[in-house]
């Protein structure tokens, strides 16, 4: 485990200079145009790449068919167990949400306060902004 933490570790390092140098000058029209980056139709382009990637790596067609595939990716049917899963994540996400908010209004009320007077900001009027 230390030599595979040591390998990622000096990867990381020396991959550190060369994305610099790569997206050094990528990120100054990123800044300008932060819509483009996350516009609707290169997130389902890649998705839509994702899905297939999935389902290639998995060997529809080759090794398996459609329900094998569905079934090696996980994409089954839900059991009452999953939706005792579902029900306890949204209850902790709700939880986890309203006691950083209780937080938030607690320790720095003047924050809580300027974030309460601020209008809304929706993903289309990211682009706006």
């Known amino acids: 485990m230390l030599r595979l ?10 991959m550190g ?9 990528q990120i100054t029209g990123l800044l300008q145009d932060p819509a483009g980056f996350v516009s609707p139709s290169k997130l389902s382009g ?17 090794r398996r068919d459609w329900r094998g595939s569905l079934e090696r990716l996980g994409l089954t049917a839900l ?9 306890a994540g949204v209850a902790a996400l709700w939880l986890l949400n309203a006691g950083s ?19 809304p900001r929706w993903p289309g009027s990211w682009a706006r902004a």
Not at 49 to 60: I, P
Not at 79 to 87: E, H, K, V, Y
Request: net charge positive.
């Open 5 to 14: 933490s040591a390998s990622v570790a000096l990867v990381t390092l020396w």
């Open 17 to 25: 200079l060369p994305a610099w140098l790569a997206f050094r000058d």
């Open 46 to 62: 890649g998705l839509a790449g994702y899905v297939v990637l999935a389902f290639a790596a998995v060997g529809l067609f080759v």
């Open 79 to 87: 059991r009452p167990s999953d939706g005792l899963a579902i029900t």
């Open 101 to 119: 908010e209780w937080l938030e209004r607690s320790a720095f009320p003047a924050l809580w306060r300027a974030t309460r007077a601020s209008p």
